[in-house]
């Protein structure tokens, strides 16, 4: 059983086009977050999630726009999509504000922008 | 955002030697730091944790060292196998609903 799922794993398109990407934990955990991961491997935070409500929005462009549609579920909607967006997106989980507990990364989605 | 002019450290060791893979962290409020491993083509693996109220905490094969006093992370792996290559990364948490990740180390486990 994945505890952690995003799909698509890859996603080519092109620049303008409005793509979305699904995650799903299974652990039942409040939080949930986007990460993105550059071509240097940094891996940065996008948003937090606690119990469906936005915690964190680390300065990301309104074209990405997060929704969770209840604890489970945490999607990813970008608008527009430019050359620089092309990374690969994790999504992850924790208990709670991930005090004292460690977080579960998804396999990532691969996104090319050409 | 991106880190541009970072470059990713490489670590070469011999199989069957120990690791030692450094971090510093920055935010004195964190109090909770985590070793992952990312392995190509997948998503970052929970290795091991420590507290910011220990100092050393052991594993399988795995150490982790924690210094407060000048911010620093080490994980040591002893016996390094050809499946410890992978990029590592040391993440920390203060709480508040974000783990903040360090730049990473490339393993290469030379045979």
């Known amino acids: 059983d994945t505890a952690v799922s995003q799909t698509p794993k890859y996603l080519v398109t092109q620049m303008g086009n409005d793509k979305s990407i699904k995650c799903e934990q299974n652990l039942g955990h409040d939080t949930m977050y986007w990460y993105k991961q550059d071509s240097k491997k940094f891996l940065k935070i996008m948003f937090s999630y606690n119990n469906k409500e936005l915690i964190i929005n680390e300065t990301v462009p309104n074209r990405f726009s997060p929704k969770s549609p209840d604890k489970a579920h945490l999607n990813l909607h970008i608008n527009s999509l430019e050359l620089g967006d092309s990374a690969v997106y994790f999504c992850?989980?924790?208990?709670?504000?991930?005090?004292?507990?460690?977080?579960?990364f998804g396999q990532g989605t691969r996104l090319t922008v050409v | 955002g991106e880190s541009v002019g970072l470059h990713l450290p490489t670590l070469s060791v011999q199989e069957g030697d120990n690791s030692i893979i450094n971090c510093a962290y920055s935010n004195s409020a964190s109090d909770y730091f985590i070793w992952y491993k990312q392995e190509s083509g997948k998503g970052p693996q929970f290795i091991i944790d420590i507290r910011s109220n220990m100092d050393k905490r052991q594993g399988q094969r795995v150490t982790v060292l924690l210094n407060k006093t000048v911010k620093h992370l080490s994980l040591q792996i002893a016996a390094t196998q050809p499946g410890d290559s992978a990029v590592y990364f040391c993440a920390e948490n203060d709480g508040t609903y974000k783990y903040i990740f360090g730049t990473g180390t490339r393993l290469k486990v030379l045979a």
């Open positions: 992850a989980s924790s208990q709670a504000s991930g005090g004292g507990t460690e977080a579960f």
